[in-house]
Nanobody, 122 residues
């Protein structure tokens, strides 16, 4: 059974850090681009970051550049999103997704997790 399971969300204060994990099962994550998305209440889903499988190249939304770092551990079939200097506006449900096609991060996602909630509040 194909699954992506996010973990690591929680309630933190502004300026704190969190590391989200995205564990894949039922397929080999190394062959896929990994994307992280978020959706805040009342807002559209936003693509936060993505890492390609072919060359490990990464992309970030302007809102998180310099604060978030995406990575992957193919041996563990897991992707990560390190989030530093968190702000209240980072509050959202964070989803990981995987894309197999040749477009990688530029294409659509094939598999999605169910999300993990990140709340940044004092």
């Amino acid at each position: 059974q194909v699954q992506l399971v996010e973990s690591g969300g929680g309630l933190v204060q502004p300026g704190d850090s969190l590391r989200l994990s995205c564990a894949a099962s039922g397929f080999t994550l190394a062959h896929y681009a990994i994307g992280w998305f978020r959706q805040a209440p009342g807002k559209e889903r936003e693509k936060v970051s993505c890492i390609n499988s072919s060359d490990g190249s990464t992309r970030y939304a302007d809102s998180v550049k310099g604060r978030f770092t995406i990575s992957r551990d193919n041996a563990k079939n897991t992707g990560y999103l390190q989030m530093n200097s968190l702000k209240p506006e980072d509050t959202a449900v964070y989803y990981c997704a995987a894309a197999l096609g040749p477009l990688g991060c530029s294409g659509g996602m094939d598999y999605w997790g169910k999300g993990t909630l990140v709340t940044v509040s004092s």
